[in-house]
């Protein structure tokens, strides 16, 4: 009963390599990264090496942590008037010297393949087509498809309010039917509106919910990514409280998403099937 992002992003994988096999112009994503954050460069070295492994050709700027504003700008308008780069990513967080919202204002948004910059946000937000789709959000909605996990009519929870999930998950959500709830750090009655969920998203970063807070045989998508006290990578459901073991937890529900191989995958695959977006 998993929501298994690991097989569902290889198939995802197959098919972009496939269409770029076909593609006269071939999609060509360029990847900015600020400073030495760890995870930071993990993510990227696997956003590059997923590029090469379907065939679309990836070219990353390292930048040093003391870069400036105005340098990163100056190499973000490079790539914008570079005709031969059809998608720009600059990886999030930046170091403190540089206003990210200056960063995500200067992408062109015909690039922009987070849907990050203002023109996209507010095309997804009246309904009009942007020209990226959010890459995880997007991802979590080809992994509940996938799965025929019915959608329209149902009440969605989402637990975090950040650009990059909460808020473009709950209007696509809203664009596919679904009663969206919001929920966030300042909620009051969490317990009481996740009992409500049909499917409930978190992205949190934080171990905010047990299996029992949940209705029973309800969809979870964890979207949260922390680390135990042991070292190993853990999502936002706390797996070990009300169950003795991953039997238990995964027929409580309806479907689950594993942490890791759940969602991480599908943010990846989501990212390439957007890098084929040429604008
Ligand atoms: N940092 C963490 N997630 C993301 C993402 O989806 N896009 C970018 N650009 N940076 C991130």
């Known amino acids: 009963m998993l929501l298994d992002g690991k097989k569902v992003s290889k198939i995802i994988l197959e098919e972009v390599k496939e269409k770029v096999s076909k593609m006269d112009k071939k999609p060509h994503l360029a990847v900015i990264i600020v400073g030495d954050d760890p995870a930071s460069k993990i993510y990227v070295r696997n956003k590059k090496r997923t590029a090469e492994s379907v065939g679309i050709k990836s070219t990353v700027v390292e ?103 909460g808020k473009p998950m709950a209007r696509m959500l809203l664009k596919r039917n679904a009663t969206v709830t919001v929920c966030h750090s300042k909620t009051k009655n969490l317990a009481e509106i996740i009992k409500t969920a049909d499917i409930i998203i978190s992205a949190v970063g934080k171990k905010v919910v047990r299996c029992k807070m949940v209705k029973y045989k309800s969809v979870f998508v964890d979207v949260g990514i922390s680390r135990d006290t042991n070292g190993k990578l853990t999502g936002d459901l706390n797996w070990e409280v009300d169950f003795d073991n991953f039997d238990d937890v995964t027929e409580y529900f309806e479907r689950v998403s594993p942490v890791p191989g759940g969602v991480g995958p599908m943010t990846i695959a989501s990212l390439m099937l957007n890098s084929l977006n040429i604008n």
């Open 63 to 165: 930048l040093p942590e003391d870069t400036t504003e105005e340098t990163l700008l100056n190499e973000l308008n490079k790539l914008n008037n570079d005709d031969d780069v059809t998608a720009i990513l600059v990886q999030m967080p930046l170091p403190k010297q540089i206003n990210q919202e200056h960063i995500i204002c200067a992408i062109n948004p015909k690039k922009d393949v987070d849907c990050f910059t203002p023109e996209n946000v507010g095309r997804l937000a009246i309904g009009l087509k942007p020209y990226f789709n959010p890459v995880t959000p997007q991802g979590i909605l080809l992994l509940l498809d996938h799965y025929d996990v019915p959608i329209e009519g149902k009440h969605a929870v989402i637990i975090g309010r950040s650009n990059i999930v």
